[in-house]
């Protein structure tokens, strides 16, 4: 069979039915397989925590420009069947999804007094702190080397925090906005962060957990074969229905988050064809691609009302049986954000962020945004975790750099059993923090419109920073933290 041939299968018929990006979601799941090896075998790969969807990132970004360097070479370019258009697609839904999967699950309380467990407002506060600091210190990169590099937006800094603190999923989106806007390779450009995020995140946080353990201050532990119950959830629990019924159990999750999205997808297009209908020009220009920008919070918001919907039909006796499982809920997420990782690297156009301007922008920005989010995060931990301060600080670091898998990664190598609250912080802090954070995200929105809108922007989030971080140190005369003991 020729190559031509070869080629041809993708749509062999005239009528198509897509086998185009169904082979690249199979070569996605190929380079999973093939990087989860990897990851396994080779020792140092192994002992770096690096996450296998980074490498499985790596290998197919490299797996991408050869068949590419291929198709060019041979003149025929169906070979290079890896396109950044659907890999970008893959990188936009799946971290709405993720979200969805995460935002229908219960609540964990306290066995004994019924509360949820964690402090949501100050993990809150703590998470937005990070993305106002990191905010900051990227705008002021970027402003001051936008006079030096003409290929350097002045506002590209505030993707900093969309790279580190939320991860590349909203990098994409917002990276995406700026290059419609004007900064030529905005996405990549964010995506670069996010990857850089995810490096600081592995190698930042394994060299923490050498020094510390050399100074006696912490002992990494084997986290090999958790089971479920450590993890923290199961397959089957109270008055839930069965693993395997009529219908499979995973199957009514997946079902559930489809018809979450679906919801969404329906709020947002009746929120834009109200725009379209105002005539603003603002509404038309700004709000209308920061909508569906931010298409992953109203997805939260959809799968609270959800949550809350099937909540009142139990109350009322419509409901007798729980249909959502965390545990299985769980791995809905991990396979989207596994996805979504893997695509956003693989989409990556190395060739828009070849010039000097990006390049020096982004090696002074990863490196010191991880250094200060390091110090910072450490700072705060100290004071705000009493009795699992090490614990806190791996989680929040990883998390901030990287995604909460990574967080989760980190903390992992100190308390896989989970027995300080460290894990429940970041998941309860990710709720509220999207409440203090808004503003940050409607930055995004408006900041490339002019100097007046960039100079705004950043002193909107100097004040942000001074009154949020003072909330967060802040403790009531009445009420002293106590330290938190771990669970035996």
Same mark, same amino acid.
């Given at each position: 069979?020729?190559?031509?041939?070869?080629?041809?299968?993708?749509?062999?018929?005239?009528?198509?039915?897509?086998?185009?990006?169904?082979?690249?979601?199979?070569?996605?799941?190929?380079?999973? &397989?093939?990087?989860?090896?990897?990851?396994?075998?080779?020792?140092?790969?192994?002992?770096? &925590?690096?996450?296998?969807?980074?490498?499985?990132?790596?290998?197919? &970004?490299?797996?991408?420009?050869?068949?590419?360097?291929?198709?060019?070479?041979?003149?025929?370019?169906?070979?290079?069947?890896?396109?950044?258009?659907? &890999?970008?697609?893959?990188?936009?839904?799946?971290?709405?999804?993720?979200?969805?999967?995460?935002?229908?699950?219960?609540?964990?309380?306290?066995?004994?007094?019924?509360?949820?467990?964690?402090?949501? +407002?100050?993990?809150g506060l703590f998470i937005v702190c990070n993305y106002v600091l990191q905010g900051i210190l990227g705008l002021v990169i970027t402003i001051g080397l936008s006079f030096v590099f003409t290929k350097v937006a002045p506002y590209a800094g505030v993707l900093l925090p969309m790279g580190y603190g939320q991860g590349p999923g909203q990098a994409?989106?917002?990276?995406?906005i700026f290059q419609t806007a004007g900064f030529e390779g905005g996405q990549s450009y964010g995506l670069m962060i996010a990857t850089m995020g995810f490096v600081s995140a592995s190698v930042g946080g394994v060299i923490y957990l050498n020094v510390m353990a050399k100074k006696g201050k912490l002992k990494r532990k084997n986290n090999e074969?958790?089971?479920?119950?450590?993890?923290?959830?199961?397959?089957?629990?109270?008055?839930?229905?069965?693993?395997?019924?009529?219908?499979?159990?995973?199957?009514?999750?997946v079902a559930l988050v489809g018809v979450t999205y679906l919801l969404t997808w329906v709020i947002l297009t009746a929120l834009t064809l109200a725009i379209d209908n105002s005539g603003v020009n603002f509404l038309i220009n700004s709000v209308k691609p920061l909508l569906w920008g931010f298409n992953f919070i109203f997805s939260i918001a959809?799968?609270?009302?959800?949550?809350?919907?099937?909540?009142?039909?139990?109350?009322?006796?419509?409901?007798?049986?729980?249909?959502?499982?965390?545990?299985?809920?769980?791995?809905?997420?991990?396979?989207?954000?596994?996805?979504?990782?893997?695509?956003?690297?693989?989409?990556?156009?190395?060739?828009?962020?070849?010039?000097?301007?990006?390049?020096?922008?982004?090696?002074?920005?990863?490196?010191?945004?991880?250094?200060?989010?390091?110090?910072?995060?450490?700072?705060?931990?100290?004071?705000?975790?009493?009795?699992?301060?090490?614990?806190?600080?791996?989680?929040?670091?990883?998390?901030?750099?990287?995604?909460?898998?990574?967080?989760?990664?980190?903390?992992?190598? +100190?308390?896989?059993?989970?027995?300080?609250?460290?894990?429940?912080?970041?998941?309860?802090?990710?709720?509220?923090?999207?409440?203090?954070?808004?503003?940050?995200?409607?930055?995004?929105?408006?900041?490339?419109?002019?100097?007046?809108?960039?100079?705004?922007?950043?002193?909107?989030?100097?004040?942000?920073?001074?009154?949020?971080?003072?909330?967060?140190?802040?403790?009531?005369?009445?009420?002293?933290?106590?330290?938190?003991?771990?669970?035996?």
């Amino acid at each position: 069979m020729t190559i031509s041939a070869w080629t041809s299968l993708v749509n062999i018929w005239d009528y198509n039915v897509y086998w185009a990006n169904i082979v690249q979601i199979a070569i996605v799941c190929a380079i999973l &397989l093939v990087s989860n090896a990897i990851r396994r075998k080779v020792k140092f790969i192994r002992n770096s &925590l690096m996450p296998t969807a980074i490498i499985g990132g790596f290998l197919g &970004l490299g797996i991408k420009y050869l068949l590419m360097g291929i198709a060019d070479w041979t003149n025929i370019p169906e070979i290079a069947i890896l396109t950044n258009d659907f &890999l970008g697609v893959i990188t936009y839904h799946a971290l709405a999804l993720g979200f969805i999967a995460i935002g229908l699950k219960e609540v964990e309380k306290n066995k004994e007094t019924g509360k949820a467990i964690g402090r949501p +407002i100050k993990s809150g506060l703590f998470i937005v702190c990070n993305y106002v600091l990191q905010g900051i210190l990227g705008l002021v990169i970027t402003i001051g080397l936008s006079f030096v590099f003409t290929k350097v937006a002045p506002y590209a800094g505030v993707l900093l925090p969309m790279g580190y603190g939320q991860g590349p999923g909203q990098a994409f989106n917002i990276g995406t906005i700026f290059q419609t806007a004007g900064f030529e390779g905005g996405q990549s450009y964010g995506l670069m962060i996010a990857t850089m995020g995810f490096v600081s995140a592995s190698v930042g946080g394994v060299i923490y957990l050498n020094v510390m353990a050399k100074k006696g201050k912490l002992k990494r532990k084997n986290n090999e074969g958790m089971s479920e119950s450590q993890e923290g959830g199961y397959v089957e629990a109270t008055n839930e229905i069965p693993l395997v019924e009529s219908v499979d159990k995973l199957t009514i999750q997946v079902a559930l988050v489809g018809v979450t999205y679906l919801l969404t997808w329906v709020i947002l297009t009746a929120l834009t064809l109200a725009i379209d209908n105002s005539g603003v020009n603002f509404l038309i220009n700004s709000v209308k691609p920061l909508l569906w920008g931010f298409n992953f919070i109203f997805s939260i918001a959809m799968a609270n009302l959800v949550k809350f919907i099937i909540k009142r039909l139990k109350k009322r006796k419509l409901m007798n049986r729980t249909y959502t499982n965390n545990y299985m809920l769980n791995r809905v997420s991990g396979v989207a954000f596994d996805f979504m990782i893997i695509a956003s690297i693989m989409a990556i156009d190395v060739q828009a962020i070849s010039n000097w301007g990006s390049i020096i922008s982004l090696i002074i920005i990863c490196v010191l945004g991880a250094v200060v989010t390091m110090w910072y995060d450490s700072y705060v931990a100290k004071r705000v975790y009493k009795g699992y301060e090490q614990e806190a600080f791996l989680v929040f670091y990883g998390t901030m750099t990287g995604t909460a898998s990574t967080g989760i990664a980190l903390l992992r190598e +100190i308390d896989p059993e989970f027995k300080t609250p460290a894990a429940t912080e970041i998941v309860t802090g990710s709720s509220t923090a999207i409440m203090f954070g808004f503003p940050l995200f409607l930055i995004t929105g408006v900041i490339f419109n002019g100097w007046w809108w960039i100079i705004g922007s950043l002193a909107l989030l100097i004040v942000m920073f001074i009154v949020f971080h003072f909330f967060l140190l802040h403790e009531p005369k009445n009420k002293t933290a106590k330290p938190v003991a771990q669970k035996e």
